[in-house]
């Protein structure tokens, strides 16, 4: 999937990583105000948050691929980092060094 978002990236290469940070932000706004519209009572159609998850997945991809990471490799990461949190009993905790 990272490779084949390559295909689809259409942006300026000089600016790549503020685009696709800040593209990133709005795409998760956006799944947001879908969220805070159903907390108000209107209705929203799963699949538009689906549409939005998956534009959260194309920007995550490209940032993998801007840094040279595999989405294995940060999935992984982040599993170890979690799992010792738990281990130790600080995942409620607060700080990125716990």
């Known amino acids: ?5 390559r295909t ?3 942006y300026p290469k000089e600016r790549e990583l503020e ?3 800040m593209g990133l932000a709005n795409e998760v706004g ?3 105000g ?8 209107d209705y ?3 699949t538009d948050k689906l549409d939005e998850l998956g534009d959260v997945c194309w920007y995550l991809a490209r940032l993998f691929d801007h840094y040279g990471l ?3 490799e940060v999935l992984h990461r982040n599993f170890v980092k979690l799992t010792d949190r738990k281990n130790r ?4 905790g607060s700080g990125d060094k716990r």
């Not at 999937?1 to 978002?5: D, M, N, S």
């Open 70 to 72: 595999s989405q294995m």
């Open 1 to 5: 999937y990272r490779e084949w978002t």
């Open 89 to 92: 009993g600080v995942i409620k």
């Open 44 to 46: 929203v159609n799963f």
């Open 19 to 21: 685009y696709l940070l």
């Open 30 to 32: 956006e799944l947001l």
């Open 34 to 41: 879908k969220h805070k519209k159903e907390i108000r009572g």
């Open 8 to 10: 689809t990236a259409e």
